[in-house]
């Protein structure tokens, strides 16, 4: 059953709609992302699930029940969140903090019982900030106080955990970190996780379900299978064809401009292509299988691209082409390392430069 849906949901401020017609479920035990643009209204949609904002029109149901007909103090324990807007508590530790987040469970004087207790240091060990229980908050650092905020969300005990951008001022370690522990959180409190990452690669690994924001709407839903395919993620974040690769979910820069000055022998290491980029040098490369692990670099920022069909020989069709480029090229860089059966008609390329007199250059020098 869905634990959390939206019916045809229009999320803005005062009259202007940032973005409309929202509509997805989530169950629990599932890691639901939001990705888009800076300004698509992802934080306003996370914002307007949690009443923060007036939706302005659709429907928001906890497990069928109206949302909007549930007392603050029920939605309280139900639904918790880290958002990135900074808070600055005075006078308060870091227990202090993720202390509120028991107070939905406890008395009008707010007074924490030996549980309400046990479950903040457990929440503060699980994120790594036990040792900061009695720290001011003022005096620790982003990163820091990110993980404090979702030791307070995660001792609230809830069934939804909603994140706006939660790897924000975190380093790469934390970053994992982090995520590590929502799928822990997910696999074993069965929580449903709501979220908006602009990291595409943690999305494309921790979510199971990814929400894409474009033209004020959800263009896109779907597994991280089905979004990182073709050239989508391209077209949401207007990127140049071919700048995001969807295997590696890595990006590229532009291609240096003009007819290529280097041929490059393809059969190593990606790094060649990126210093030549880098040099804003113009380059060919060939003869590269389709399947190589150059491929995307190379199709990302090579002028020309001479190419073989995935776990075929190269042919002599091929070859021929890649000395017709290779023949008003300055120079010739090899990146190939060694001679095997599928890429051994490459070695005729090195004999050909060599015979008019094209400087060689190995890629590892």
């Known amino acids: ?19 409309a017609d929202i509509s997805f479920q989530i169950e629990k035990g599932e890691i639901l992302t939001l990705i888009g643009a800076n300004g698509s209204g992802k934080s306003t949609i996370l914002k ?39 808070i600055t508590p005075e006078l308060m530790t870091c ?42 908050f003022s005096c620790i650092s982003d990163g820091q106080r990110q993980r404090v905020m979702l030791a307070r969300a995660i001792c609230q005990d809830t069934d939804i955990l909603v994140l706006d951008e939660p ?20 696999r074993e409190r069965n929580l449903a996780v709501i979220m908006s990452l602009h990291e595409l690669d943690l999305a494309q690994k921790i979510s199971d379900r990814i929400i894409c924001i474009n033209n004020h709407t959800a263009e896109k ?22 700048s995001f690769d969807c295997m590696y979910c890595s990006y590229e820069l532009e291609r240096p401009r003009g007819e290529p000055e280097v041929f490059v ?53 091929a070859i021929e082409k890649a000395l017709e480029i290779m023949k008003r090229c300055s120079a010739v860089i090899n990146n190939c390392p060694a001679w095997g059966t599928m890429n051994k008609k490459n070695s005729v390329l090195m004999e050909q430069a060599e015979k008019c007199g094209i400087p060689v250059y190995n890629s590892k020098k």
């Open 265 to 317: 022998i393809a059969g190593g290491e990606v790094e060649i292509y990126r210093k030549l980029q880098r040099k804003n040098i113009p380059f060919a490369v060939g003869v590269i299988h389709e399947n190589s692990i150059e491929y995307p670099a190379v199709r990302a920022l090579a002028t020309e691209i001479v190419t073989e069909k995935s776990f075929e020989p190269v042919s002599q069709q």
């Open 95 to 136: 227990g202090d903090v993720v202390e509120s987040g028991r107070y939905p469970y406890t008395n009008s004087l707010g007074i924490l019982s030996s549980d309400d207790k046990a479950k903040v240091r457990e929440a503060m060990e699980l994120v790594g900030v036990g040792n900061l229980f009695y720290t001011d």
């Open 221 to 242: 839903i779907g597994t991280p299978e089905e979004i990182f395919s073709g050239d989508y993620i391209n077209s949401l974040y207007n990127l140049k064809s071919n």
């Open 1 to 19: 059953m869905n634990v959390f849906s939206a019916e045809k949901l229009s999320v803005g401020y005062g009259k202007k709609i940032i973005a």
């Open 48 to 86: 307007s699930i949690l009443l923060q904002l007036k939706t302005l029109s659709g429907n928001i149901y906890f497990e069928n029940k109206n949302i909007h007909e549930m007392k603050r103090s029920e939605i309280a324990e139900r639904i918790s969140a880290v958002m990135t807007d900074r």
């Open 167 to 186: 790897t924000s001022f975190l380093d790469a370690h934390h970053k994992l970190e982090l995520l590590n522990i929502l799928k822990k959180l997910v």
